[in-house]
């Protein structure tokens, strides 16, 4: 079956030029995204989680072509769209920019402070299908209907809504043109806990009627678990282990995925803490450090981590994992 989503060999590197202690100017390369690949197919959720700097939202801004990449394809149903993204016809632009959709983690940002809501939810259907406006106005009313909020609460502004409320908004412009795939970069992180399942529970139940693939990037790996069906976790600006959500968490094989699923807080209180602890900053995605790029954190480090890179293995659950001695 050809997957709705294919990215191959995905790279985005940044070259950064400083001037060292002596003058000299020194150009050193960002390795953001480095070689990522994936598959997704309509209805499924894939989780992009690691700690921060390791190339989640670069990776996600690059399949939309908000950052160019410096190589790689972009398949959606077996087709590069990288070309059409990069090309001169509009039209066929515009119908690739129409299927694949992006929520920022904080709508505000994105939301014009001088539009209502009914304004901004206006723009994506005026961007990709001309029409008269009043044809528009009954489905931006069941847009906020299906998104849980009241369509006369349209005519009011950003600010007069709250966070929760605002992110319903992000996601109903996201979904306005009916997209097949809504990249969402940390949809609930700036929200209050407790507003944070309601969202969850909204692009659980929003998935279910649509159909709509996503992909979701958080640090919260409790929120990963609820809404995924597949993970892939990243370490400077690689996938380093992907595979179903259940298999992943049952059975890490990456020692940097066994640390990240072991620091989710215990719930009880009474529980044995068996977790292990992550040692270390997260190096630089300049100064990559040789053969596994985790060997300077990682206690089952081999003597072949520190010369040899892993490269993405079947390891016989299903998942693959980039490591020499896995757990
Ligand atoms: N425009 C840019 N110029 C130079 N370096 C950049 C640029 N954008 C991102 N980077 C670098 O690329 C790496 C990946 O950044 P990215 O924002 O994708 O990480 P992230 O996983 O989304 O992090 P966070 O969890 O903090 O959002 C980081 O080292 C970052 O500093
Ligand atoms: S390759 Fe080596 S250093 Fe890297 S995670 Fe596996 S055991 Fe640890
Ligand atoms: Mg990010």
Known sequence: MIPLLDIRGLRKHYSITRRGLIGRRQTRTVRAVD??????????TLGLVGESGCGK??????????????????????????????GTDRAAMLAVRRRMQYVFQDPYLSLNPRWTINEALREPYRAHAPQDDREWDGRIAALLETVGLEPRNGVRYPHEFSGGQRQRVGIARALAVEPDVVLLDEPVSALDISVRAQILNLLASLQDRLGVAYVY??????????????????????????????????????????????????PSPGAVDRRVHLRGEVPSAMNRPSGCPFHPRCAAALPICREQDPTLQRMGTGTQAACHNPT
């Open 35 to 44: 070689d990522v690949s994936f598959v997704l197919q309509a209805g499924q």
């Open 57 to 86: 939202t670069t990776t996600a801004r690059s399949i939309l072509d908000l950052v160019q990449a410096d190589a790689g394809e972009i398949r959606l149903d077996g087709t590069d769209v990288r070309p059409i993204l990069a």
């Open 217 to 266: 990037i958080s640090h919260d790996l409790s929120s990963v678990r609820f809404i995924s069906t597949h993970v892939a976790v990243m370490y400077l600006g690689r996938i380093v282990e992907i595979g179903a959500v259940d298999e992943i968490f049952a059975r890490p094989r990456h020692h940097y995925t066994a640390a990240l699923i072991s620091a989710i807080p215990v």
